[in-house]
């Protein structure tokens, strides 16, 4: 397996060539399934697709993993996947996605103590090589990226 997929990594530098070729619906689906059949590990993968993708992308992944592997990935990540990633997973995957993200993120960070932040952020920046605040400002948008980058 790929040592990105292990590390829940998506970033252009941890995927192949070919990859990028594919639709992308498609190249989701099958990174999904990679991070399914994986370790525990490969699980942020699959929250950083749910998280960063529109709902249109979500429907179009979802359609094309049914399509290529006969299985629902919504069916594969409730009897593959456990714990607190199953439940942002679950929340993350429905029609109003990007609400539901939101709500989850914003729940984590306003319900911790600023030293819980600092050591959330220290841990982030350790594990994926890149400080949290520089992700949020990437993958959020006006307002709600500028409340969550003052919290942290």
């Avoid at 970033?11 to 990859?19: A, F, I, L, V």
């Avoid at 070729?21 to 699980?43: C, F, I, N, S, V």
């Avoid at 960063?52 to 399509?67: H, I, V």
Wanted: glycine residues 6%; contains cysteine; proline residues 3%.
């Amino acid at each position: 397996m790929e040592p990105w997929v292990e590390q829940g990594l998506m970033t252009s530098k941890h995927t192949s060539p070919g990859q990028w070729t594919m639709h992308p619906w498609e190249r989701d689906a099958r990174m999904a399934r990679k991070a399914l059949d994986g370790r525990p590990q490969a699980y942020g993968l699959l929250i950083e697709l749910a998280c960063t993708r529109s709902s249109d992308e979500l429907l179009g992944a979802r359609k094309a993993y049914q399509s290529l592997y006969g299985e629902s990935i919504k069916e594969d990540v409730a009897s593959r996947v456990e714990g607190i990633e199953r439940q942002i997973l679950d929340s993350a995957m429905k029609a109003n996605a990007n609400e539901n993200e939101k709500e989850a993120l914003t729940r984590v960070i306003v319900t911790r103590a600023n030293v819980d932040i600092k050591v959330i952020a220290e841990e982030y920046n350790k594990q994926y090589g890149t400080p949290l605040t520089k992700k949020i400002e990437d993958v959020a948008l006006g307002n709600y990226k500028d409340f969550l980058v003052t919290l942290v």
